[in-house]
């Protein structure tokens, strides 16, 4: 167990997916020796922390699972030895690799077997609990964060047989965030009539989670507020 303050360890996010194996080991350079011999060398890779970048740290190798086969076996001895070729990193780092499983339909690549060899696969697990502490620190409005508890299995659906619009903890996110804006902060119960928010989270999240968390917004929208409470106990109900 390191003994180092959060913001003393940092991590260096390098997304596989959308890159070739030169960004990976570095780019081949011929030039001369001190002899006069052509010989060849490579360019630093930009997954190599540079001093600026600190003493601990990780290296996140994110949408492995989408990495092509050349990227897997370029990445093979990064992944064991936290070294391709000459470069090597520093000791205080390490490497985590994350992506989609195959049943997520996302493009995954058939890992190689000696690439699987060389690693410890952990599947994470979707909590509402977790995603409701997230939200709140990025001020997601609380009556999302309410629905969510309500119904956690509709913000985290199955990825669907075929392509159309579903609900995960992600796409949730972004329409909490899009409504809001919409409705300028007011999710009053005019907001969950309204066509366009209707139609925008049917796009986003699909129809079934669009249907019940409007639902759920107009039955909160009709519910006396706990300043109305105090003020009339009896006449607010």
């Known amino acids: 167990k390191l003994n180092i303050e959060p913001e003393d360890y940092k991590i260096k996010v390098f997304s596989v997916n959308a890159l070739d194996t ?10 001369k020796d001190s002899e006069g011999q052509m010989v060849t060398s490579f360019t630093l890779p930009a997954w190599m922390p540079k001093p600026e970048d600190g003493e601990y740290g990780c290296l996140f190798l994110d949408e492995w699972s989408q990495a092509s086969p050349d990227m897997q076996k370029a990445g093979a001895s990064l992944l064991l030895d936290n070294r391709v070729g000459e470069f ?5 780092w390490n ?10 339909k996302a493009g995954v690549v058939k890992p190689l077997s000696h690439v699987t060899n060389r690693v410890a696969y952990l599947e994470i697990d979707f909590s509402v609990d977790d995603w409701a502490s997230w939200a709140q620190s990025e001020g997601i409005h609380y009556l999302f964060t309410a629905f969510a508890k309500f119904r956690p299995a509709l913000i985290n659906e199955d990825v669907p047989s075929e392509p159309k619009p ?32 209707l139609e925008t989270g049917i796009g986003m999240i699909g129809r079934a989670a669009t249907t019940e968390c ?3 917004l107009r039955v909160a929208s ?16």
């Open 95 to 104: 490497v985590v690799a994350a992506g989609n499983r195959m049943k997520d």
């Open 22 to 31: 030169p960004d990976l080991n570095g780019f081949c350079i011929p030039h």
């Open 214 to 216: 409007l639902g759920f």
């Open 88 to 92: 090597v990193l520093p000791a205080g």
């Open 222 to 237: 009709d519910l006396p507020s706990y300043d109305d409470v105090l003020a009339d106990p009896v006449g607010a109900a």
């Open 166 to 197: 579903f609900c995960t903890p992600r796409s949730f996110s972004r329409f909490a965030q899009w409504a809001e804006l919409y409705s300028q902060g007011n999710l009053t119960h005019a907001l969950v009539k309204d066509t366009v928010v």
